[in-house]
Each structure stands twice: as structure tokens, then as C-alpha cells.
T-cell receptor, first 111, second 113 residues
Framework: KQEVTQIPAALSVPEGENLVLNCSFTDSAIYNLQWFRQDPGKGLTSLLLIQSSQREQTSGRLNASLDKSSGRSTLYIAASQPGDSATYLCAVSNYGQNFVFGPGTRLSVLP | DTGVSQDPRHKITKRGQNVTFRCDPISEHNRLYWYRQTLGQGPEFLTYFQNEAQLEKSRLLSDRFSAERPKGSFSTLEIQRTEQGDSAMYLC???????????FGPGTRLTVL
């Protein structure tokens, strides 16, 4: 059974810092991995999708990497801003449909 | 592109009552997913439709839960004889044929008293 963990559970940084969020999964035979952002009381917004054949994806200040063999992914956020404050969730799919989510990392960027 | 919509946004019901939620996916998205999320946790997969066919159901989806997607457009999720443990946020997501990226709706928050 696929299990996803995220470290740290919560993170508080001053504005302008670069930061890394971590995601680990137990079954390395994944089809793809997706990073989401969730604002309080809201739905999820997709940030980046990495296919199993890819090692990284970039979108603006965000860069996600994938190391299937070690069962890890990282989300790098450059030059953090207060508007980046949210919960960041990692999800993996073993065959492209059913995503298994981690519990999330709650990020606070202080002005 | 108006995004995925869900109705109602909030529902308060008494234990034992039936409730039904609706999800309207993004136009031309052939895949539709239902998830349940409790406080402090990530979403848990409930069920998945491709067009009108329900292709996968989680073990979390007990016989009190039923989902439909008639004509492959909107979907409904019904919970019969609600229990306090059903209190959660119910999220719907959809995907187009060309990518596995999932686009989520705002969710329906269910409170069972």
C-alpha cells in the first residue's frame, strides 16, 4: 500500500528566503507525482506534475524534483513571499488515476 | 473556463439523514474524482469516473455511499444514513483527456450533528 509522508509538518520563514519542502513515498513504482497548494478552507490548486520519466519540473519560482529510486520529491520555492503562505501537498499515483496524498506542510512566510 | 464547481458549499445535517452533493467538472474533462478530507490531513480518494463509467472505488466508500455521473457530465455523491464520522470536506476534481493534472473544486463541507 502506497504511503506518503511530508516533512516538515509546518515551516515558518521570513520573506525572501529560499526553502525546500520534502515528500517521501514508500512504493517507488509511481506513474506520476503532483504538488498542490491549499489555502485555508479552500480546494487544491495544482502547482506541478512530474511524470515518472522526468526528474524535475519548473514553474516560475517553483522547482520540483523527483528521485523515484529513493522514493523522494522536493519542492523548492525561491524568494518566498507572504502570498506563498498555504499548505503544500504532495500526491503520487501508481497508475495515473488514484492519487495518494501526503498530510501536507503548512508554510507561513512572514513579512 | 469557469473551473470545477461544487454545490452546496456547506451542509449541516442530523445523524441518520441522507445528503447529496453535486460536482460540475470543467467542460470537456472526461475524468472525475471524489475525495474526502478531514482536518489536518491530505485528501483521501473515494471514487473515479471516466466519462459515465465508475472505474474505481475505494474501500472507504461503504455501502452508504453512492456516486453517479449520468451522461458523463456532472456527478453526484450521496451519503445515506449519515454518521458523525462522515463530517469532512468532500472534494471533487476533474482531468482532461490530455493530462493527469487534477483540477479541484472548492469542496463541500459536511457537518453531521
Amino acid at each position: 500500500k502506497q504511503e506518503v509522508t511530508q516533512i516538515p509538518a509546518a515551516l515558518s520563514v521570513p520573506e525572501g528566503e529560499n526553502l525546500v519542502l520534502n515528500c517521501s513515498f514508500t512504493d517507488s513504482a509511481i506513474y506520476n507525482l503532483q504538488w498542490f497548494r491549499q489555502d485555508p478552507g479552500k480546494g487544491l490548486t495544482s502547482l506541478l506534475l512530474i511524470q515518472s520519466s522526468q526528474r524535475e519540473q519548473t514553474s516560475g519560482r517553483l522547482n520540483a524534483s523527483l528521485d523515484k529510486s529513493s522514493g523522494r520529491s522536493t519542492l523548492y520555492i525561491a524568494a518566498s513571499q507572504p502570498g506563498d503562505s498555504a499548505t503544500y501537498l504532495c500526491a503520487v499515483s501508481n497508475y495515473g488515476q488514484n492519487f495518494v496524498f501526503g498530510p501536507g506542510t503548512r508554510l507561513s512566510v512572514l513579512p | 473556463d469557469t473551473g470545477v464547481s461544487q454545490d452546496p458549499r456547506h451542509k449541516i445535517t442530523k445523524r441518520g439523514q441522507n445528503v447529496t452533493f453535486r460536482c460540475d467538472p470543467i467542460s470537456e474533462h472526461n475524468r472525475l474524482y471524489w475525495y474526502r478530507q478531514t482536518l489536518g490531513q491530505g485528501p483521501e480518494f473515494l471514487t473515479y469516473f471516466q466519462n459515465e463509467a465508475q472505474l474505481e472505488k475505494s474501500r472507504l466508500l461503504s455501502d452508504r455511499f453512492s456516486a453517479e455521473r449520468p451522461k458523463g457530465s456532472f456527478s453526484t455523491l450521496e451519503i445515506q444514513r449519515t454518521e458523525q464520522g462522515d463530517s469532512a470536506m468532500y472534494l471533487c476534481a476533474s482531468s482532461p483527456p490530455t493530462t493527469d493534472t487534477q483540477y479541484f473544486g472548492p469542496g463541500t463541507r459536511l457537518t453531521v450533528l
